[in-house]
Structure formats: C-alpha cells, structure tokens
C-alpha cells in the first residue's frame, strides 16, 4: 500500500471537467528503424515486458469509506494492457495540424479512475508512411515532470533491438480496513506535523519580505498583468508543437554567457511578446510565469510529485532580445537564489499537512471566486533535461518527443520544453477559447532563436 502524499491528493481533488490534471506526450517515431519491420502487434508485444518494469503504471487508486487520509495506490489485479492501448488513424494528409487537432482531443479527456490512471494512443496515418505518432497521458498524481521523464526512458531505449528492462514490483494489495486503519492513524498524527510547518512557514515568510525589501526576491504572484489567457477554461484544448536545435540554443548560451533555462525562457518571453504585440495586446508590464522545479533527491519526502517553483519575471516589455534575455538571466538568479533560500520541500510540506476535508472547503471556496484582473500569473513555463542521446521505442527511433502539462482556470498556457539528444522539443497547450492560433505562437519560437543567433 502506497499512500498519496498530500501534493499528489491535492492534484487528484483538484481535478474537473474542466480541469483535466493529466501530463501528456506526443512522440514521433520512425518505424524504418525497427529490427524486421514495424506492426502494431508487434508494438504491442513490445510493451507488455516494459509495463512490468513500470509499477506505476500497473497501480490503480483504491479507498475506504471510512478513511479519513488521502487514497492509496494499490496493485491492479485485473490489470490489462488492451484496456489502456487505443488505435486511431488521421484524417488526410496527415500533417502537424491534423495531428495536433487529435491530440488536443485526447489531452481533453479526463482519464477513467477505475484502473490505472493512464492510456497510449498510437496515431497512424501520418503524411510520412515511415513515422507513427504515439500520445502518452499520465495522471499528474501519479508523475511530475522528472518522473514522467524517467517513465519514458524505461519505454524507450539506446538501441533499436535493446532486451527489456526487469520486472519491478508494485505496490501490493490492501483491504479498505487496512485503508482506514493507516488513515486514522494518519489523520491524528497530522496535529504534530503542523507544529513543526507553521514556525517554519512563518520564518520563510520573513525571509522573503527581507529578499523583496532589498530586491533580491523573486516576482510576486498577483503582481502579473492580464491577458487573454488569464481567464476561465472550457473542456477543449488546443497544442502546437515545435522542435529547435539545442546546438543553437547552447551557442547562444555561450556568447551570453548564461544558462540554457536562460535561453529557453528568452525564447518563450520573445514569441509571447510578439504574439500579444501584433493583437495589440501586449501589456506596459511584463508578463509573470511560474516555473515549477523538481527536488527529487533533496529530501526524503513522499509522494510521487516532488516539486518546488519560482515566478520569473520575463522581461516582455523590453523590445531588444540579446537585452531581454540578459536581464531575464539576472531575474532568474535572483529568482532561484530566493526559491533555494525557502527549502526545497516547502510546497510539499505545506500540502501534506492539509486533510481531504481541508482541500474540499479550498477548492469549494475558489470554485465560487470569480476570476478578477489580477492574475496571478500568465504562464507555466517548464524546463526538464532529456537524454542526451537518440533513442528508440520498440525498435523505432524518436525523432521528436513533445511534451504537455495541464493548465488552469486563470492561468490558461503551459509551455513545457525536453531536451532529446541534439533537439529542444516545445509542447504548447492552451484552451481555444483563449486562444485562436496556436501555431501563431509556436512558429515564432523559431525566429527568436534566429534573431539572437544573429546577435552571436
């Protein structure tokens, strides 16, 4: 029996309709690589090993009536592969946009909570008769960012005809006795839990005021400025998709000296600027993005999501780009400076002393909180590190691997960016009420590399 941790319930409660809290990736193989030749059967086959290596994947969520804690993960015993596999073909021709309309979809859909809590579709179909399209969609209850980084890895590997990796148990069975049992237990230790988080929440709070008294604190949430994609969600969604070299990325990164986080947020700062500006809609201040990071590692926390963040300022009322990414690398040193100074576990510890019937009275009070103009934030800009070489799913090699995280209602775009090899591989997710050309926003991703390769 493995117990959500709080921040994992709270992403599970959080979800509606509306409001799906899965993470998805499209990736794009090409099946001329594989040992024999490509068939779905075969693809099938080929992944019945690697689930078993994949205890997360095999684990269902299962509660008590009478379980005061947060749900548990248990081993699905009916678990079956055909249940999470689905088959589908494009309409012609088959290019980015007929895929990505698919895939927007897909990522729409909330996942069935009665077995595990994900599915692959395999898209056939596509204009090139050698490549498949593959969209994986995990519960984000289940992953973060890294950990669904390192799922794929297991689904992928180094070479086209690589054995599969060894069988991993799971989380083994448990009785709704046992739920509720633990759960109680849970429930009346949490008094002591919160002794030790409030002085510390209180001593990070004055650290803060300090940073911002001085100007070495991060952005301030509420302190971002409206846009179209501050406002409430529907159930559609919409995704672009783009891929750039990470050899550029790092050349740029080199003349300037900065990070490639540096780069990527400059790169995302320059096509929103450009987006909003040609709407005649680019606020006087500049736009604010949260920046979730993962502390998988430094601390012994747990629960499957381990993340802290940061608010980024990203410098969209500066019109030079080579100045805009320097000052974005200055806010961003800042920025992680004040994050380190809080504790890598705070988020995590604030949400794990909170109870099921705590995040109930929470969501209940925001769901009947209007959105206001004051955003909170404008966008979710994620950063994880890939592999650094090609890989190969079931003998295919992927040649792109675009990832997807969730939005919300107020903070409608996510920008999620992983290295593969020698590309950068932009996923973009938005709702198309918010938003009326994704692609619009995707395609200049490209010209902002290229206007600051020219100032290299």
Known sequence: MERLSGLD??????????????????????????????S???LRGDLEPRIRALPELRAKLSDSQLNLDHPVWVEDPDFDLNRHLNRIGLPSPGGREELAEVCGHIASVPLDRSKPLWEMWIIEGLRDPDRLALMVKVHHAAVDGVSAANLLSTLCDLEPDAPP???VDGPGHASPWAIAADGLVRFLT????????????????????????????????????????????TSERAIAMVQLDLRDVKEIKDRFDVKVNDVVMALCAGALRGFLSDRD??????????????VHGQSNRAGRNQLSGMFCNLHTH???????????????TRAKEHSASLGPTVFVDLAQILTRNMFGWMLGALSRTPLTRAAILNVIISNVAGPPATLYSCGAEVKALFPLGPIFHGSGLNITVISVADTLNVGIISCPQLVDDLWDLADRFGAELSELLSRC
């Open 165 to 167: 990796p060894a069988p």
């Open 9 to 38: 319930a709270g992403l599970l409660y959080s979800e509606s309709s509306t409001v799906p809290l899965h993470v998805c990736s499209v990736v794009e193989l090409d099946t001329s690589t594989v040992p024999g030749g490509y």
């Open 40 to 42: 779905y059967e075969r």
């Open 318 to 332: 500066l019109g030079d780009p080579a100045e805009r990414l320097q000052a974005l690398a200055a806010s961003n």
């Open 281 to 294: 809609e680019l606020p006087p201040k500049p736009l604010i993005a949260v920046v979730p990071a993962s």
């Open 190 to 233: 949490r008094p002591l839990q919160l002794t030790k988080v409030v002085p510390e929440t209180t001593a990070l709070l004055a650290k803060t005021v300090g940073r911002a008294a001085t100007g070495q604190a991060m952005a301030a949430p509420f302190a971002a400025p409206a846009t179209r994609f501050n406002a409430e969600l």
